[in-house]
């Protein structure tokens, strides 16, 4: 038990923070507006192929009883990540007048393609407790992905360039790796049976949903960036926020590694559960205290040592962010109590009623403060969320029908980064 903890801390934890490596790179090497240019095809393909997915990861990590086998899960996984590229390469088409950025995302969509099996194999890796095979895939992935960015972007100069070797990579890891290890345990043939592919649909998208609203919640404030002040003010907001994700990660493997230890004291001694609940929030308030600190004290460093002179002129936007961290940590530690309280049904309206508030938080403050308005809106966010969260875990009545569906929302969690940016 403990290995499988450690192994999927250690590959949740390598592969985001490779990911901030890859805009760490884009930054040294290039511009503000390249980083944009990278993350905004990102940040529209993301809610669609988190919607595509369903969750079966980690549905078929939990079918115990064999319900289904693991081509049936990889049938429905290639048909709707088929459609979710498809739907992406359509709205880069209505992009088109931004003469380069439909290019990026459709680019991007194709990269997805190969993320998006992994990712069901992965669910075959984890429902045979080999999560030291998922580990090493995902830090494989991550690393080669940080190297080749690298090197073709500082060959080429090109974004688009950059995010095809992603694509080729990621399809590499697919074929070589994952493929290869999978067919040691089972059959790599899709099913396509009409019947079998409906009936998981049908089960798997309320999850689904949930997915998309929490991705479309994460990247709510760079649409906004985006559509108000283009391209290159959204590089450097995202940049300045890949160092929260970063230290986010902290947070995350704080609930990750507890959580199977907070589900049980619920079960059998709920005043151990509330002890180590409050604890847990202590520890991740005093990460965000103190990286808030920091933030004050030496931000405009960090940033030009990170990223570059130019990102130092927006320490105020740091600050903010760092200490909106402090809520989105607890918040985080809050959801792994929820889910181990059997509090479920709940987070589907309340991820909504986020989301909401978010749209107009940033409606309003983006466009008239810029950066500094998306920062803003996000700590209330945040702050909003935390104060619907307390009351939540604390009177919310547990749904114990959900009971086993615990390991795949506590998986959604560690998979979407919940209450990262």
């Given amino acids: 038990m403990e290995k499988n903890i450690f192994y999927s801390i250690l590959g949740n934890v390598v592969y985001p923070l490779c990911q901030w490596g890859i805009i760490i790179v884009l930054a040294k090497l290039g511009s503000a507006g390249d980083v944009g240019s990278f993350v905004f095809p990102l940040v529209v393909t993301s809610p669609l192929f988190m919607f595509s997915n369903l969750q079966l990861r980690n549905i078929q990590a939990t079918d115990v009883k064999d319900n289904y086998k693991f081509c049936d899960y990889l049938g429905v ?184 230890r907070l589900a049980m004291y619920y079960i059998e001694n709920q005043k151990r559960y509330w002890i180590l609940l409050c604890g847990l929030l202590l520890v991740v308030l005093l990460i965000g205290a103190s990286a808030t600190l920091v933030s004050v004290l030496i931000g405009r460093n960090i940033l030009e040592f990170v990223y570059g002179t130019a990102y130092g002129h927006y320490k105020e936007v740091f600050v903010w962010l760092m200490f909106s961290g402090i809520f989105m940590f607890m918040n985080s530690i809050l959801y792994y109590g929820m889910i181990a309280s059997r509090k479920v049904k709940i987070q589907v309206p309340l991820v909504t009623f986020i989301g909401i508030v978010g749209c107009f938080l940033n409606y309003r403050l983006v466009p008239r403060y810029g950066l500094l308005g998306a920062a803003w809106a996000i700590l209330l966010v945040r702050i909003i969320e935390f104060t619907l969260c307390v009351p939540i875990i604390l009177k919310y009545p547990s749904q114990r029908e959900f009971f086993k569906f615990d390991r795949i929302f506590r998986e959604t969690m560690y998979k979407n980064g919940r209450n990262i940016e």
């Fill in 77 to 260: 996984r290639v048909i709707t990540s088929i459609l979710a590229a498809f739907s992406c390469l359509i709205i880069s088409i209505c992009l088109k007048d931004e003469h380069y950025l439909w290019i990026y995302i459709a680019i991007f969509a194709l990269a997805k393609l190969p993320e998006s099996i992994s990712d069901i194999i992965h669910g075959l890796f984890q429902r045979l407790e080999r999560f030291d095979l998922m580990a090493k895939s995902f830090i494989i992935k991550g690393l080669g992905s940080v190297l080749f960015v690298g090197i073709v972007f500082s060959v080429t100069n090109s974004v688009s360039c950059s995010i095809l070797s992603l694509a080729i990579w990621w399809t590499t890891v697919l074929i070589f790796y994952d493929f290869r290890i999978a067919s040691q345990f089972t059959v790599i043939r899709p099913n396509l049976e009409t019947r079998v592919t409906r009936n998981i649909i049908q089960s798997s998208v309320p999850l689904g949903i949930v997915s998309g609203i929490i991705s479309f919640n994460i990247y709510v404030p760079k649409y906004f960036i985006k559509y108000y002040m283009g391209i290159e003010p959204l590089g450097y907001f995202a940049s300045i926020l890949y160092v929260l994700n970063g230290i986010g990660q902290l947070a995350n493997a704080v609930g990750m590694g507890t959580s199977p």
